[in-house]
T-cell receptor, first 117, second 112 residues
Framework: NAGVTQTPKFQVLKTGQSMTLQCAQD?????MYWYRQDPGMGLRLIYY???????DKGEVPNGYNVSRLNKREFSLRLESAAPSQTSVYFC????????????????FGEGSRLTVL | TQLLEQSPQFLSIQEGENLTVYCNSS?????LQWYRQEPGEGPVLLVT?????EVKKLKRLTFQFGDARKDSSLHITAAQPGDTGLYLC????????????FGAGTRLAVHP
């Protein structure tokens, strides 16, 4: 059982380049998330999607776009990468249904390490 | 702005010692979760606490949710090298259904 799969695992970009991080889950979960993790700052939510076709901003959405292609896939796009976007990016999913208070357990991928030069 | 503050930031101990790490906020949370993250991997859920004053035990790990639901603690008894990792607390955004915010974490190293 693969769970949450992220690609690529490592990427080096130059300032101004664009790229898309891909995420897919095979648990039939409704909710999907993109977080970034920086030293000493824990995990910060970039975007959230409650279902196919819906997305919502998190704590740090500036400089990112997302697309919930279908129930399985949630992609994160950097249109013009900046050094401040150097980070480890995590995709996660949960079975939470929008409108309920509790998120339920988040299942995370292994992360994508992005370096912007 | 909701914040979850974790302390200490770093903890280095010998095998067999006991330890407690804390997760504090000025905001009330409907629930709090604790995750453990090992190098190169994503966080994995350890426990969810929902009721004020609740205590949950997971083998040598004891989790407590404060009576006012503003804080939580994780106590590890007789720590082992396998307990090494980053411990993160997390709670739902107020008014933001299904969105989870995380503390900065406590990095624990247990030496043989």
């Amino acid at each position: 059982n693969a769970g949450v799969t992220q690609t690529p695992k490592f990427q080096v970009l130059k300032t101004g380049q664009s790229m898309t991080l891909q995420c897919a889950q095979d648990m039939n979960h409704n909710s999907m998330y993109w977080y970034r993790q920086d030293p000493g700052m824990g995990l910060r939510l970039i975007y959230y999607s409650a279902s196919e076709g819906t997305t919502d901003k998190g704590e740090v959405p500036n400089g990112y776009n997302v697309s919930r292609l279908n129930k399985r896939e949630f992609s994160l796009r950097l249109e013009s990468a900046a050094p401040s976007q150097t980070s480890v990016y995590f995709c996660a999913s949960s079975e939470a249904v929008y409108g309920t208070v509790h998120t339920g357990e988040l299942f995370f991928g292994e992360g994508s390490r992005l370096t912007v030069l | 702005t909701q914040l979850l503050e974790q302390s200490p930031q770093f903890l280095s101990i010998q095998e067999g010692e006991n330890l407690t790490v804390y997760c504090n906020s000025s905001s009330v949370f409907s629930s709090l979760q604790w995750y453990r993250q090992e190098p190169g991997e994503g966080p994995v859920l350890l426990v969810t606490v929902v009721t004020g004053g609740e205590v949950k035990k997971l083998k040598r790990l004891t989790f407590q949710f404060g009576d006012a639901r503003k804080d939580s603690s994780l106590h590890i008894t007789a720590a082992q090298p396998g307990d090494t990792g980053l411990y993160l607390c997390a709670g739902p955004f107020s008014g933001g259904y299904n969105k989870l915010i995380f503390g900065a974490g406590t990095r624990l190293a247990v030496h043989p």
